[in-house]
């Protein structure tokens, strides 16, 4: 149904909670005008949404028990206001009610995302489904090469019990249109009999329509079964691999693209950054597990110094150089900003949880970078769009770390600086190739050895469609570490935060494409830049381009 040429006039047809919240349901917060009221009274924030129409639709309850007028129109567009039914507010303490919507023959479910827990577990509050992460329709169309491309990344996915659904879930739909469209014509009938005096016939009307009605609940009910169970795996199917990345089941086999000088190489045996960092007074574990626990970091003197200078140097370089414009975001996500990211549901054990706010700290600035312009529509002339961010990131690493992740290899808290764009559908496989010439292009100043690997199918983030790797060479370890993940995730984040751009003025809105890399992450940089430029006296010579950030040019013991 186009938004742009028609508002339905929609109805509230049934105010039933149901167990899960639609596939298709988009979340927006904002203010209605309250029934009875002459100015906007700011209450409850209810986000609620509708299915094929590019809407936002906001309610406000009142303690007077009435809701406010619905409003539906496209984004930064007129709203067409609709009058509501006057319904008890009670009905936004049940948790996640759904309500069914009715645009002519045409059903849309809308969800209202209130402050409440959904089925008890956290990593689904307040997160509104906007549409499946991959095409449904392309899936019923082309089922055995979209199962095939899946395959390729793990073997055991399968479309069957997915495709069984959603037919079972078209078929239901479909009766339940067919028997309310009975039940319409026979209130019509019952309501010729009753002006006709044919009370008899006008009841036996009434008995058989009572019957439809409960075959009708039935069949919602059912309905709403499956489509909690078929939205529970359509978001979690990965993205589709791009035809360019290697098919392998094993993480060794990796594609080398392309190696940055030669390996380093000593008169003496090269001693271990930890090693390294408590001699020279850079580093202090213990006094960091003091105050939070292991595996954290903290940096001291001359090490705070090189650290910031990291820091500082990447976002000056970005800046001046490769034309990002910088963000300073919140350290916290709300469950939306972590769901467009795609860290849930599937990593809600890695991150870390705030319950009573339900927000989440930042994992990676990529998480809070891909929620700048959620359920915004951008105009082609705005493409590429090119931010960077700064952010600690915050991972539980689940596990205990080997002895060959010790230090700074594998921590709960490291800094990075994250690069971030969005760019049209055509355009994103060679933004990827230039995304990555802009990590390396501030890798390359520090004067490590380092190479760019291409990850195997098996390798790559659910939401990435293909990732690179920028790999240092760790030289006590004598084994690579990545510094840098750089990844297409073409239209899959974007399909989870409704973005959007139009192709040109007044075209039909497309999804973006997102992009996002790591340029650069610190803590196994800092290893590597310890580790590379250690001399025999237990001394580490400053790269030249951080020495003004530093302040010296040596750190001696």
Same mark, same amino acid.
């Given at each position: /149904?186009?938004?742009?040429?028609?508002?339905?006039?929609?109805?509230?047809?049934?105010?039933?909670?149901?167990?899960?919240?639609?596939?298709?349901?988009?979340?927006?917060?904002?203010?209605?005008?309250?029934?009875?009221?002459?100015?906007?009274?700011?209450?409850?924030?209810?986000?609620?949404?509708?299915?094929?129409?590019?809407?936002?639709?906001?309610?406000?309850?009142?303690?007077?028990?009435?809701?406010?007028?619905?409003?539906?129109?496209?984004?930064?567009?007129?709203?067409?206001?609709?009058?509501?039914?006057?319904?008890?507010?009670?009905?936004?303490?049940?948790?996640?009610?759904?309500?069914?919507?009715?645009?002519?023959?045409?059903?849309?479910?809308?969800?209202?995302?209130?402050?409440?827990?959904?089925?008890?577990?956290?990593?689904?509050?307040?997160?509104?489904?906007?549409?499946? /992460?991959?095409?449904?329709?392309?899936?019923?169309?082309?089922?055995?090469?979209?199962? #095939?491309?899946?395959?390729?990344?793990?073997?055991?996915?399968?479309?069957?019990?997915?495709?069984?659904?959603?037919?079972?879930?078209?078929?239901?739909?479909?009766?339940?249109?067919?028997?309310?469209?009975?039940?319409?014509?026979?209130?019509?009938?019952?309501?010729?009999?009753?002006?006709?005096?044919?009370?008899?016939?006008?009841?036996?009307? =009434?008995?058989?329509?009572?019957?439809?009605?409960?075959?009708?609940?039935?069949?919602?009910?059912?309905?709403?079964?499956?489509?909690?169970?078929? #939205?529970?795996?359509?978001?979690?199917?990965? #993205?589709?691999?791009?035809?360019?990345?290697?098919?392998?089941?094993?993480?060794?086999?990796?594609?080398?693209?392309?190696?940055?000088?030669?390996?380093?190489?000593?008169?003496?045996?090269?001693?271990?950054?930890?090693?390294?960092?408590?001699?020279?007074?850079?580093?202090?574990?213990?006094?960091?597990?003091?105050?939070?626990?292991?595996?954290?970091?903290?940096?001291?003197?001359?090490?705070?110094?090189?650290?910031?200078?990291?820091?500082?140097?990447?976002?000056?370089?970005?800046?001046?150089?490769?034309?990002?414009?910088?963000?300073?975001?919140?350290?916290?996500?709300?469950?939306?900003?972590?769901?467009?990211?795609?860290?849930?549901?599937?990593?809600?054990?890695?991150?870390?949880?705030?319950?009573?706010?339900?927000?989440?700290?930042?994992?990676?600035?990529?998480?809070?970078?891909?929620?700048?312009?959620?359920?915004?529509?951008?105009?082609?002339?705005?493409?590429?769009?090119?931010?960077?961010?700064?952010?600690?990131?915050?991972?539980?690493?689940?596990?205990?770390?080997?002895?060959?992740?010790?230090?700074?290899?594998?921590?709960?808290?490291?800094?990075?600086?994250?690069?971030?764009?969005?760019?049209?559908?055509?355009?994103?496989?060679?933004?990827?190739?230039?995304?990555?010439?802009?990590?390396?292009?501030?890798?390359?100043?520090?004067?490590?050895?380092?190479?760019?690997?291409?990850?195997?199918?098996?390798?790559?983030?659910?939401?990435?469609?293909?990732?690179?790797?920028?790999?240092?060479? =760790?030289?006590?370890?004598?084994?690579?570490?990545?510094?840098?993940?750089?990844?297409?995730?073409?239209?899959?984040?974007?399909?989870?935060?409704?973005?959007?751009?139009?192709?040109?003025?007044?075209?039909?809105?497309?999804?973006?494409?997102?992009?996002?890399?790591?340029?650069?992450?610190?803590?196994?940089?800092?290893?590597?830049?310890?580790?590379?430029?250690?001399?025999?006296?237990?001394?580490?010579?400053?790269?030249?381009?951080?020495?003004?950030?530093?302040?010296?040019?040596? =750190?001696?013991?």
């Amino acid at each position: /149904m186009d938004h742009q040429r028609k508002v339905a006039q929609l109805l509230l047809v049934s105010a039933e909670p149901l167990p899960n919240p639609p596939l298709e349901a988009i979340a927006h917060v904002g203010l209605a005008q309250p029934l009875g009221h002459r100015e906007p009274q700011p209450r409850r924030r209810t986000l609620l949404l509708a299915e094929h129409i590019d809407a936002k639709v906001l309610v406000l309850d009142e303690p007077s028990g009435l809701i406010g007028s619905l409003k539906v129109g496209p984004p930064g567009e007129s709203m067409n206001p609709l009058k509501a039914l006057g319904l008890g507010h009670s009905f936004f303490h049940l948790g996640w009610p759904i309500f069914r919507l009715q645009a002519g023959k045409k059903r849309l479910p809308v969800v209202n995302c209130g402050s409440h827990r959904y089925n008890g577990c956290h990593n689904l509050r307040n997160i509104g489904y906007k549409v499946p /992460m991959l095409d449904i329709k392309a899936i019923r169309e082309q089922p055995k090469e979209i199962e #095939n491309k899946l395959k390729a990344r793990d073997p055991a996915l399968s479309l069957d019990r997915l495709l069984l659904l959603d037919e079972r879930r078209r078929k239901s739909i479909q009766e339940v249109e067919t028997l309310k469209n009975q039940r319409n014509k026979a209130s019509e009938e019952i309501a010729r009999f009753k002006t006709a005096q044919r009370e008899e016939e006008a009841q036996a009307r =009434i008995r058989e329509m009572r019957q439809t009605a409960e075959r009708i609940k039935t069949l919602e009910d059912e309905l709403a079964a499956t489509e909690e169970e078929l #939205n529970n795996l359509l978001i979690r199917l990965p #993205n589709l691999p791009h035809e360019s990345v290697p098919v392998s089941m094993r993480k060794e086999d990796k594609i080398v693209v392309r190696e940055h000088k030669t390996l380093p190489t000593f008169e003496f045996e090269p001693k271990h950054h930890l090693d390294l960092g408590e001699e020279l007074g850079i580093l202090d574990f213990p006094r960091a597990a003091r105050i939070a626990g292991a595996r954290f970091p903290l940096y001291k003197g001359w090490g705070a110094r090189l650290e910031m200078a990291l820091i500082n140097f990447f976002l000056d370089f970005h800046f001046t150089q490769t034309g990002y414009t910088p963000i300073l975001p919140p350290y916290l996500g709300n469950s939306e900003t972590m769901f467009t990211a795609s860290q849930l549901p599937k990593f809600k054990d890695d991150v870390y949880y705030i319950e009573k706010d339900d927000l989440y700290l930042n994992p990676t600035a990529e998480t809070l970078l891909c929620s700048l312009h959620r359920d915004e529509i951008l105009e082609a002339s705005q493409l590429p769009l090119k931010y960077m961010a700064y952010t600690a990131c915050f991972r539980r690493e689940a596990g205990a770390a080997g002895e060959e992740e010790r230090g700074l290899i594998r921590m709960h808290q490291f800094n990075k600086v994250e690069l971030f764009k969005f760019t049209r559908a055509e355009d994103s496989f060679d933004e990827l190739e230039s995304l990555v010439r802009d990590a390396e292009a501030v890798l390359q100043p520090l004067d490590l050895h380092y190479r760019v690997v291409l990850l195997p199918t098996s390798d790559i983030a659910a939401q990435s469609a293909k990732t690179y790797d920028l790999e240092v060479w =760790i030289p006590s370890q004598r084994r690579y570490y990545e510094v840098s993940s750089c990844s297409n995730c073409t239209d899959y984040q974007a399909r989870r935060g409704s973005i959007r751009y139009r192709p040109e003025p007044g075209a039909k809105p497309e999804y973006v494409h997102t992009l996002n890399g790591s340029a650069l992450a610190t803590s196994r940089l800092l290893s590597a830049l310890l580790e590379t430029n250690q001399r025999a006296d237990g001394s580490v010579v400053i790269p030249e381009v951080l020495r003004d950030y530093v302040g010296g040019s040596v =750190i001696q013991p």
